[in-house]
Antibody, heavy 117, light 109 residues
């Protein structure tokens, strides 16, 4: 079964570092782009960026460039999304999704990130 | 790039058909046949319903169909069922990134 399993919910303080993960299984991990999507409470989907695990080529939405870092580790079929200094406005649900060609065809279950002092 | 434009809400009665529009520009929706549609039930991850404008993934009901004219794509759901009540998002590829619409809440009356 093709699936993406994300790491668990996080509660952090402003200014802290965070790295969340998305582990792929059931398909050839290096050969599909993996995107990250933000959904703030009660709001819509926002595409943040994507990575090709085969060579770690990465593209970011202009809105998120410089705000987050996307990385991948082929040896463990896992993609990561990290923040060096969290803000309260980073509070959201974060999804990873496989970009099967162009559409996002397989989604992770989501990781809730709460940033509060 | 700005988000694609969708109506905030649509509604219909069981058995009826509804259409959700998704308006972009000649740089995104109008430029590529890479429009997709996603269904999201409350507290659930989105699910791909339509890709490349008109194609349905395996397992998606044929009551869901997609189309495009110029810079506007559409999702039509025929024979509405209670389980179709959800949020729907369009997405379009453009210049290496994906743009989403703001989402449409479908209410089945």
């Amino acid at each position: 079964e093709v699936q993406l399993v994300q790491s668990g919910a996080e509660v952090k303080k402003p200014g802290e570092y965070l790295k969340i993960s998305c582990k792929a299984s059931g398909y050839s991990f290096p050969t599909y782009w993996i995107a990250w999507v933000r959904q703030m409470p009660g709001k819509g989907l926002e595409w943040m960026g994507t990575i090709y695990p085969g060579d770690s080529d990465t593209k970011y939405s202009p809105s998120f460039q410089g705000q987050v870092t996307i990385s991948a580790d082929k040896s463990i079929s896992t993609t990561f999304l990290q923040w060096s200094s969290l803000k309260a406005s980073d509070t959201a649900m974060y999804y990873c999704a496989r970009e099967g060609g162009r559409p996002l065809d397989i989604w992770g279950q989501g990781t809730t990130v709460t940033v509060s002092s | 790039q700005s988000a694609l434009t969708q109506p905030a809400s649509v509604s219909g009665s069981p058995g009826q058909s509804i259409t959700i529009s998704c308006t972009g520009t000649s740089s995104d929706v109008g430029a590529y046949n890479y429009v997709s549609w996603y269904q999201q039930h409350p507290d659930k991850a989105p699910k791909l319903m339509i890709y490349d404008v008109i194609n349905r993934p395996s397992g998606v009901s044929n009551r869901f169909s997609g189309s495009k004219s110029g810079n506007t794509a559409s999702l039509t759901i025929s024979g509405l069922q209670a389980e179709d009540e959800a949020d729907y998002y369009c997405g379009s590829y453009t210049s290496g990134i994906t743009l989403f619409g703001g989402g449409t809440k479908l209410t089945v009356l």
